[in-house]
């Protein structure tokens, strides 16, 4: 029997799939709960990546990728080849190569430094050299990127979904905690990644979770309560509870009753958009008795929820009005809107145009499954081959907007975070873009106008004939703390429950699950220390 894996290394996890080379099944599926790098986003990865070395940071990947190897139960000694895809950060981290080129946003910096960027042209290595174990005659398959900005993620999102071949302006998102977007207006290609923040795939959530079996990942109102669903072991979405979100009582019991052990991205913006249409949620406010929504087990939904959900959201609607502004158009222009990515297939597209998620003005949405896995796929079965990739990428003509230095970028921003953190209603929205000099938003269109498809059933294919497993990426670094007293406050801080302080014979040491920790944007543990003695960066792997 010989094997290929499609591998994923997305910003908030990795998901993988073996397959049979020669009758194309797919055999096994598996997927971290959470990115073994320390950090919510890849900023932080990279950060994390700068601050300990590269070598440490890649060694925590390639350690959570040969454990997940081991999960999918094949004979790894098989594999003979390992299709990867990802953002240039997330593929220089798992390649080791010179990340600070993308580190840096202006070209002079990199200069002054004497950075040199590496090649992202695309290569095949052997598995071996990089440290992925068991498989000794396996090649590893990397794409190429566009430009350093521009990755693998991104030409998959546009090849899988034929967005190129498209007539009339239009829209991809791959959404995510890096959400990459590609606007095409007349063959021209504007590309974008706004750093949503990880809410939009469960994380940063009190309850939330990446789309896996047990999560619950819609709800829809009706006149005697709200329906959850929850994602089953295939990872298709069945009906769950019928509930009263003001107490969480069971109205009636689903299929999926008492399978809910957290709430995906999408169902945090199904609950968001629930609440404002019913108008229990005003802004990130929920107007309860306890200021929780209470969902099906138990899961709840807090103000904190709320107003992480609308930060990412907020991000993606800068970042399409950012793009529209570069192209010279605006919103009436751009009538479709492809989404791709877990939580672009799971989301329901209404709910996702009226809270903010869609590009405004689209009156047409289309919804793919993981386009990185996709792509991966292909080109584990000679469907894409690397040098059509490369002749791809460099025909791509594109133009990258960089929204970290873009000022129309930052305007809108101040106008999505008073919205969404400071209570001005949504009716001043169009006020406040008059004073950045920016155009009015039409009216959204209605529900009724709008048409939609969804192209999967599942995010990953084929999973109802192979469940998937799931695993926890991390690994515990540790070191002992000199001054430290045994208060436990950092513990009591820690919003992930990713640290532990224990005492040996020769002192107090602290232990933390890379997985879980917040990294360098949190450090909300160092804060606290009353002696100053706990420093994260300075902990190392369990040997």
């Known amino acids: 029997m010989r094997y290929g894996i499609a591998l994923d290394l997305g910003t908030s996890g990795f998901r993988c799939q073996a397959v049979e080379l020669d009758s194309k099944k797919t055999v096994a599926t598996a997927v971290t709960e959470r990115h073994p790098i320390p950090g919510m986003n890849v900023i932080d990865h990279v950060n994390y990546a700068m601050e300990v070395g590269e070598d440490l940071a890649n060694g925590l990947m390639i350690t959570a990728i040969n454990n997940l190897f081991k999960e999918l139960n094949i004979d790894l000694s098989k594999v003979e080849i390992i299709a990867v895809c990802g953002n240039p950060f997330q593929l220089s981290l798992f390649q080791n190569i010179e990340i600070r080129d993308l580190a840096y946003a202006g070209k002079n910096k990199v200069k002054a430094l004497g950075i040199v960027s590496p090649d992202r042209n695309g290569a095949v290595i052997d ?113 769950g509870d019928l509930i009263d979100p003001f107490t969480g009582k069971v109205i009636e019991e689903g299929p999926m009753h008492g399978k809910a052990v957290g709430i995906t991205g999408t169902g945090v913006i199904a609950a968001l958009a629930s609440g404002m249409k019913t108008g229990v949620i005003k802004n990130s406010h929920i107007l309860t008795d306890d200021g929780y929504l209470t969902l099906q087990d138990g899961i709840r939904i807090s103000s904190k929820d709320v107003e992480e959900a609308g930060k990412a959201i907020g991000a993606l609607r800068c970042g399409f009005l950012t793009l529209l502004d570069a192209a010279g158009i605006w919103v009436e222009d751009v009538k479709k809107a492809y989404m791709s990515g877990a939580s672009g297939l799971y989301v329901d597209p209404i709910k996702a145009m009226e809270v903010g998620m869609v590009i405004p003005g689209a009156t047409e949405i289309v919804q793919f499954g993981n386009t990185s896995i996709g792509m991966a796929r292909k080109i584990i079965f000679g469907e894409i081959t690397l040098d059509e990739l490369k002749v791809f990428a460099k025909k791509l003509l594109a133009q990258h907007v960089m929204f970290a230095t873009s000022d129309m970028f930052k305007n809108l921003y101040s106008v999505e975070y008073s919205f969404w953190c400071g209570d001005m209603p949504f009716s001043e929205y169009n006020n406040m873009l008059e004073i950045y000099g920016i155009k009015p938003l039409p009216p959204f269109p209605k529900p009724e106008d709008i048409k939609h498809k969804r192209l999967a059933v599942r995010d990953l294919p084929d999973t109802e004939e192979c469940k998937v497993k799931i695993i926890h990426a991390g690994t515990i670094t540790t070191g002992k703390l000199d001054g430290c007293i045994g208060c436990k406050s950092c513990v009591k801080e820690c919003p992930e429950k990713a640290l532990s302080i224990v005492k040996k014979d020769d002192g107090q040491y602290a232990e933390i699950m890379t997985d879980r920790c917040g990294g360098t944007a949190c450090r909300r543990c160092e804060r606290v220390c009353p002696n100053s003695c706990l420093h994260t960066l300075d902990l190392r792997p369990v040997a």
Do not use: F
């Open 127 to 239: 598995a071996s050299s990089i440290g992925i174990l068991g498989m000794p005659g396996a090649k590893v398959i990397i794409p190429p990127a566009v430009t350093h900005e521009i990755g693998a993620d991104a030409i998959a999102m546009m090849l899988m979904t034929d967005i190129l071949d498209e007539k009339q302006p239009c829209i991809v998102v791959d959404y995510g905690t890096n959400a990459e977007m590609a606007l095409v207006v007349n063959g021209n290609i504007y590309t974008g990644s706004a750093a949503a923040g990880p809410a939009l795939e469960g994380q940063q959530i009190e309850r939330g979770m990446l789309a896996a079996p047990g999560a619950l990942s819609e709800i829809t109102v009706t006149d005697k309560g709200w329906r959850c669903y929850v994602l089953d072991d295939t990872i298709a979405v069945q009906e």
